[in-house]
């Protein structure tokens, strides 16, 4: 059973940067494409970012293509999304999920395996 755990959120200006991680305590998400969403107060949960189990696909939202990117690291235990220039609207909840089908989808109903999720504030 993957446990997804995310870390790295916090509080942090507008125009700062932060990075995420996300691991699996099993040390399996190299099995699995694995995706970033992110949920603000009242909102939905929505796509951010994904990366395929090789790494050789990334997929981004609108919203932060060119400021946000998704990576693994070489032994594809961690996965990471580096925020830069970070804006208020950035504030939400942000989750990882993995999923071990062959294609990856941005709707949140079509990835099995989701973290607790850890809390980004960016201040105005």
């Known amino acids: 059973q993957v446990q997804l755990v995310e870390s790295g959120g916090g509080l942090v200006q507008a125009g700062g940067s932060l990075r995420l991680s996300c691991e699996d305590s099993l040390r399996t998400l190299s099995l699995y494409h694995i995706g970033w969403f992110r949920q603000a107060p009242g909102k939905e949960r929505e796509f951010v970012a994904a990366?395929?189990?090789?790494?050789?696909?990334?997929y981004y939202s609108d919203s932060v293509k060119g400021r946000f990117t998704i990576s693994r690291d070489s032994a594809k235990i961690t996965v990471y999304l580096r925020m830069n220039s970070l804006k208020p609207e950035d504030t939400a909840v942000y989750f990882c999920a993995a999923d071990p089908r062959p294609t990856i989808y941005m709707e949140v109903t079509n990835w099995t395996y989701w973290g607790k999720g850890t809390l980004v504030t960016v201040s105005s």
């Open positions: 990366i395929s189990w090789s790494g050789d696909s990334t």
